[in-house]
């Protein structure tokens, strides 16, 4: 549905403080390509108290910026419902004026664009109405489960993002991997590509138990790229059991049958300094506890 917005006003709160006027544009204005939104700015149509600014020109709060009538496209999005609203709430950690730490269930999408419309941090915006930037510090991906950051302002969200550049968050994981592992491979670096670039991917592994075809690892990310534990673990010849993409197919069948429907991988803790030591803790999900169980 194409929807003709009036011109309006927006004056900057803290939550946005400190961001480029084109990426707030470009969040504010949806549906509306990137080449236009620098148009508007270009030509003088997007002020700030009044006066033209630059792509690059940093707001300050209670700045005005002006944003002229432009055309977009809606789509009518799904109802939220309140027994999706309680259940999200549950797996809350932690809470306080900065961030929530959550317990993200297995084949739970992270972003909209699944079947349902809607993903995570939908959800967390829909019950966190009253803070203006509720942002994905990280993602997980859909299948796996575990702690993931959700930021509630712009300097928390930049904050934390320098400490992952920095490597100053550690992330562990749990994962369960084909073969028996060679405990000389504790500290692994290999080269990832990802559209067309490659990039050093560092990646630290530590057994925890071994079994007669299997290896339960943990899995401190050093550095943080596009599905590194999955690759990192493939390119060592131990795929991670239950991964579709880069898994052992035969072996995945096996253990399907056996119980697991999805992949074994868990992100189990996350630790950082944001003003005190923090340190979140997602105990595995009683699926993947059940299965090890009766694992042999």
């Not at 809607?118 to 575990?146: A, N």
């Not at 670039?197 to 290896?215: D, G, Q």
């Not at 550095?223 to 991670?240: D, E, S, V, W």
């Amino acid at each position: 549905m194409v929807v003709k917005k009036k011109a309006e006003n927006v004056v900057i709160s803290p939550a946005n403080e400190g961001q480029r006027v084109d990426n707030f544009l470009i969040s504010y204005i949806k549906n509306v390509p990137k080449k236009h939104v620098y148009k508007l700015i270009r030509t003088g149509q997007v002020r700030i108290n009044g006066s033209r600014s630059k792509p690059s020109t940093k707001l300050n709060i209670n700045d005005s910026v002006r944003i002229p009538p432009y055309t977009t496209t809606e789509s009518l999005k799904p109802k939220i419902s309140s027994e999706i609203l309680k259940k999200t709430i549950k797996h809350i950690i932690y809470e306080d004026d900065e961030l929530i730490v959550f317990n993200k269930p297995s084949s739970f999408s992270v972003h909209s664009g699944s079947n349902t419309g809607y993903g995570l941090i939908d959800i967390v915006r829909t019950m966190k109405k009253s803070y203006e930037r509720i942002d994905l510090l990280h993602r997980l991906d859909k299948d796996t489960s575990g702690c993931i950051i959700i930021t509630k302002s712009l300097k928390t969200l930049k904050t934390l993002q320098k400490k992952l550049q920095n490597n100053e968050i550690q992330k562990k994981y749990i994962c369960l991997v084909k073969g028996n592992w060679d405990k000389k491979i504790k500290d692994s670096k290999i080269i990832l590509s990802r559209n067309k670039k490659n990039y050093e991917a560092i990646t630290s592994f530590k057994v925890l138990n071994s079994y007669r075809n299997t290896t339960l690892l943990e899995v401190d990310l050093i550095t943080g790229r596009y599905h590194q534990i999955r690759k990192h673990c493939a390119n060592l010849n131990f795929p991670i059991i239950g991964d579709s993409k880069y898994g052992d197919k035969y072996i995945n069948t096996e253990y399907k049958k056996k119980g697991l429907n999805r992949i074994f991988l868990h992100s189990y803790s996350i630790q950082f300094n944001l003003g005190k030591k923090n340190y979140f803790k997602c105990p595995l999900p009683n699926e993947l506890e059940d299965f090890l169980k009766k694992h042999k």
